[in-house]
């Protein structure tokens, strides 16, 4: 799916990881607010359901990667971007490995290697390549990192996971205190449950939150704050869901026409 962004449109959002459900929900709640966007994600249920539900949706462009984002992804990333001649004022970031499961002491360093390069590294490679993407001179821009749950506690048999994931919350303090000075606000919005999707509703608790949820939820990270130190980390409380507010962005500069063909 490609679309024109027409004169007069807003900035565009960037969406990494929209093969997911997290993913698929920040581009609903996206699209939902009036944001043009740009959804990268592997081929799959969740992107083929994002073309079939939006497909009139003039607003959202899909582009299908493989594989996890490394250094050169990330920076060839950020080429194409910026050969498609498109302006940022957001990225977020749902970027993961399917979860194993097994004891630490039962499996090799390697596959915490590997937890870190897909729930860790390929944060920080992204970060390091779309952040420069973000900087203005006269606003504020986002980037938005979602992360899962096992943080606090370390989840029996995920104990790869609870680390990586723990990684993941002091790489977005780091990076919410770097990019500060560039105008660039960072933030984690920290999922502490699993989601509720269509294929494992008959079995979830009743506390995990959907999909468009969490979307909105992050959605609402950039609403302008309110005086007093902004928070690195959010904690996702299902028991509020912002609702839906196409006005959202009616601060945001406007751009002229480019075109995501």
């Given at each position: ?6 004169k ?5 959002a960037?969406?990494l990881?929209?093969h997911?459900a997290?993913?698929?929900?920040v581009?609903g709640?996206?699209i939902?607010?009036?944001s043009?966007v ?5 081929r799959?249920?969740?992107?083929d359901?994002?073309?079939e539900?939006?497909?009139d949706?003039s607003?959202?462009?899909l582009l299908?990667?493989?594989g ?14 910026r050969?498609r001649?498109?302006?940022l ?8 490995a ?5 004891r630490?002491l039962e499996k090799s360093?390697?596959?915490?290697g590997?937890r870190?390069?897909?729930d860790?590294?390929a944060h920080l490679a ?6 420069p ?9 986002h980037?938005v990192?979602i992360?899962?749950?096992?943080t606090?506690c370390?989840w ?5 996971a609870s680390?990586?994931?723990a990684?993941?919350h002091?790489?977005?303090?780091v990076?919410?205190e770097?990019?500060?000075?560039l105008g660039?606000?960072v ?6 449950h699993?989601?509720?999707t269509p ?6 608790c ?6 468009m949820?969490?979307g909105?939820k ?9 005086p007093?130190?902004v928070r ?6 299902a028991a509020?869901?912002p609702?839906?507010?196409?006005t ?5 500069p406007?751009v002229?026409?480019i075109?995501s063909?």
């Amino acid at each position: 799916m490609s679309g024109m962004i027409a004169k007069g449109y807003i900035p565009t959002a960037l969406v990494l990881g929209a093969h997911t459900a997290a993913g698929a929900g920040v581009v609903g709640a996206l699209i939902e607010a009036g944001s043009p966007v740009l959804a990268i994600g592997e081929r799959g249920e969740y992107l083929d359901a994002l073309a079939e539900c939006y497909r009139d949706e003039s607003q959202l462009t899909l582009l299908p990667r493989e594989g996890v984002i490394d250094e050169t992804g990330a920076r060839l990333l950020a080429d194409e971007i910026r050969a498609r001649g498109v302006t940022l004022h957001a990225v977020f970031a749902h970027l993961f490995a399917p979860s194993f499961s097994g004891r630490l002491l039962e499996k090799s360093s390697d596959k915490l290697g590997e937890r870190f390069d897909s729930d860790v590294l390929a944060h920080l490679a992204a970060a390091r390549h779309l952040l420069p993407l973000l900087q203005q001179e006269h606003a504020t821009t986002h980037y938005v990192m979602i992360g899962g749950p096992a943080t606090e506690c370390g989840w029996a048999g995920h104990g790869h996971a609870s680390i990586g994931s723990a990684a993941l919350h002091m790489l977005a303090k780091v990076l919410h205190e770097e990019a500060a000075p560039l105008g660039v606000r960072v933030q984690l919005l920290a999922v502490e449950h699993p989601l509720s999707t269509p294929k494992n509703r008959v079995h979830a608790c009743a506390g995990w939150p959907d999909a468009m949820s969490v979307g909105r939820k992050a959605v609402e990270l950039l609403r302008p704050t309110k005086p007093g130190p902004v928070r690195a980390i959010v904690r996702f409380d299902a028991a509020w869901t912002p609702p839906p507010l196409r006005t959202l962005f009616d601060p945001l500069p406007q751009v002229s026409a480019i075109s995501s063909a």
